[in-house]
Nanobody, 127 residues
Framework: QVQLVESGGGSVQAGGSLRLSCAAS????????LGWFRQAPGKEREGVAT????????VYADSVKGRFTISQDNVRNTVYLQMNSLRPEDTAMYYC????????????????????WGQGTQVTVSS
């Protein structure tokens, strides 16, 4: 079992920044992949960014490339999502997830490859 707890969400104006954190505990040796996902009302949950916990390789959705950065602190078992230049369309519930499956050292943004999820943290960006 892996437990994931997100924090750092909030309300910000367009152009602003937020940093999300996700603290992991439990059987963390199974976490080869960590990812941030988001879900806006009425929309599918989408993968925003992922990181391979061993190799550190990252994958980003096109919509956030150059604005968001995923990183990890292996000592604290924490993954971060630095979000800059936020836009109203970034408004969503953001979830942290972990999973054991990777392909060629990269972690897919497919939510079905992740088996542990946090409770989510809300991000609201106003124009």
């Amino acid at each position: 079992q892996v437990q994931l707890v997100e924090s750092g969400g909030g309300s910000v104006q367009a152009g602003g920044s937020l940093r999300l954190s996700c603290a992991a505990s439990g059987f963390t040796r199974s976490m080869y992949c960590l990812g941030w996902f988001r879900q806006a009302p009425g929309k599918e949950r989408e993968g925003v960014a992922t990181i391979h916990t061993i190799g550190g390789r990252t994958v980003y959705a096109d919509s956030v490339k150059g604005r968001f950065t995923i990183s990890q602190d292996n000592v604290r078992n924490t993954v971060y999502l630095q979000m800059n230049s936020l836009r109203p369309e970034d408004t969503a519930m953001y979830y942290c997830a972990s999973g054991p499956w990777s392909i060629g050292g990269y972690c897919d943004r497919d939510k079905n490859r992740y088996n542990y999820w946090g409770q989510g943290t809300q991000v609201t960006v106003s124009s």
